[in-house]
């Protein structure tokens, strides 16, 4: 069963740090591609990073382009987005997706989430 | 960016009722689309993605159609746990890969 469990959300002030975490397992890690989602209270989604199954090749959202750094550790099966220079409109559950390229040989579906978690950016 | 639009952005149905959620596309996609269904405090759950090609999983009540800038999503006979909010997503251009601000389907 694909499991993906976020972790590392919580209450950090405006121009704090935050790392955020997403342990992987059910599937082969190294073979997927990866993104992070966010959801800010009462709105919609909005995709924030990818990264490819090897780390070469990454994306941003302008909007955190800049701030947020996405990696991968496979040996670990693990995902990150360090996340720097919060701002309030950064405040969000983050969500991180598995994207089904391996399966579907196209980018951008996101066929499994994880829970997500929240990240509260306020002095 | 592409930009994608739903509407309605939220009505009210009944159990059993046939409905219909309609997502444009600011350019042409093809049918580089995905549409989600997520329920309140729960993760989005893939339910259609190439416009028409239902997950795996999925009820067939649930189809998909369109190509180019506008699709639909049609529930055939609502079901209580299809009340949710629904996103059409974009992936044929990116970054970034674009959501529509969700269709919120709420019982009448």
């Known amino acids: 069963e694909v499991q993906l469990v976020e972790s590392g959300g919580g209450l950090v002030q405006p121009g704090g740090s935050l790392r955020l975490s997403c342990a992987a397992s059910?599937?082969?890690?190294?073979?997927?591609?990866m993104n992070w989602v966010r959801q800010a209270p009462g709105k919609g989604l909005e995709w924030v990073s990818y990264i490819s199954s090897s780390g070469s090749t990454i994306y941003y959202a302008d909007s955190v382009k800049g701030r947020f750094t996405i990696s991968r550790d496979n040996a670990k099966n693990s995902l990150y987005l360090q996340m720097n220079s919060l701002r309030a409109e950064d405040t969000a559950v983050y969500y991180c997706?598995?994207?089904?390229?391996?399966?579907?040989?196209?980018?951008?579906?996101?066929?499994?989430w994880g829970q997500g978690t929240l990240v509260t950016v306020s002095s | 960016a592409i930009r994608m639009t739903q509407s309605p952005s939220s009505f009210s149905a009944s159990t059993g009722d046939r409905v219909t959620i309609t997502c444009r596309a600011s350019?042409?996609?093809?049918?580089?689309l995905a549409w989600y269904q997520q329920k309140p405090g729960k993760a989005p759950k893939l339910l259609i993605y190439a416009a028409s090609t239902l997950q795996s999983g999925v009820p067939s009540r649930f189809s998909g159609s369109g190509s180019g800038t506008d699709f639909t999503l049609t529930i055939s006979c609502l079901q209580s746990e299809d009340f949710a909010t629904y996103y059409c997503q974009q992936y044929y251009s990116y970054p970034p890969w674009t959501f529509g601000q969700g269709t919120k389907v709420e019982i009448k």
């Open positions: 059910g599937f082969t890690f190294s073979s997927y591609e």
């Open positions: 350019q042409g996609i093809s049918s580089y």
């Open positions: 997706a598995r994207d089904s390229f391996s399966i579907t040989m196209v980018r951008g579906i996101l066929d499994y």
